[in-house]
């Protein structure tokens, strides 16, 4: 629903942008579970579980996509929007499962025959990715995928971009994926990131996801000097979405090992 008021605010390939984001964040969340994890279910059994140990993106963006292609299987916006509107008021001010929202869909489009092929199982009880990825809107991607590129491609450390136009065009949102594409490559060789650093001038974002993920690129390509940031931040912020990672990072890392041992305890 975030997505969907985004889109109407910024425009659709925004909405999208955001999706495929959003699956990349799954698809990091399922690779640390492990793809058989009953966690990576969309319907998780939580009896005796502690929530903790639950706890990833994996409902949040199977879910999306789940709602992306029911959206995409009745229709459009045109017709699934007006069912979310009906969902809403009849289910408002009232705690529901999902055999709610299933069987107010399946009444909502009685008449619709593409509700048949709905594998109902496959998509709430599976583990792993989702069946089905929809063809998103790639447009506000490409730009940081080119960015990206010119960093981890560099054959040497003066092949890199030496102006900043480029990252000044993206939104924050932009910066966010650059960082995140960027930690699903090989680590850049420290001096170049010192030199990425002293262009867009990264270590001075506020942007709480952002330094999430530049902190988490600093680890990675072993700054020393940005330990105690990254273990003052993973403190402070508290959320385990931010604390684990770093919190990992750092247990992979040999020689902060210790360190971050000692500041979890």
């Given amino acids: 629903i975030e997505r969907k008021i985004n889109g109407r605010l910024k425009g659709e390939p925004y909405r999208h942008f955001c999706a495929i984001g959003g699956l990349k964040d799954l698809k990091q ?44 299987l009745v229709g459009g916006a045109d017709k699934f929007e007006p069912f979310l509107r009906s969902y809403f008021s009849q289910f408002k001010y009232q705690s529901v499962d999902t055999d709610d929202f299933k069987n107010h869909l399946l009444t909502y489009f009685a008449d619709e025959e593409n509700m048949k092929s709905i594998d109902w199982d496959l998509w709430l009880f599976s583990t792993g990715m989702p069946p089905y990825i929809p063809q998103y809107d790639s447009t506000m991607q490409e730009a940081v995928v080119r960015l990206v590129d010119a960093w981890a491609n560099a ?39 010192k030199k990425l650093d002293a262009l867009y001038d990264m270590s001075s974002i506020k942007n709480t996801e952002i330094k999430f993920r530049w902190l988490r690129l600093c680890i990675r390509s072993r700054w020393e000097e940005k330990v105690d940031e990254a273990l003052d931040f993973a403190t402070r912020q508290g959320r385990m979405k931010y604390v684990r990672p770093i919190f990992r990072d750092l247990f992979a890392w040999e020689k902060t090992r210790e360190k971050a041992i000692r500041k979890f305890k």
């Fill in 155 to 193: 054959k040497t450390d003066d092949d890199v971009p030496t102006s900043a136009e480029d990252f000044k065009l993206l939104i924050p949102e932009q910066v966010e994926e650059f960082c995140a594409l960027l930690l699903e490559r090989e680590p850049l060789p420290l001096e170049r990131l």
């Fill in 29 to 72: 969340s399922i690779k640390t579970l492990g793809d058989n994890s009953p966690y990576t279910k969309l319907v998780v059994n939580l009896t005796g579980v502690d929530p903790d140990d639950a706890f990833s993106t994996c409902p949040y963006e199977k879910g999306h996509t789940f709602l992306f292609y029911l959206e995409e």
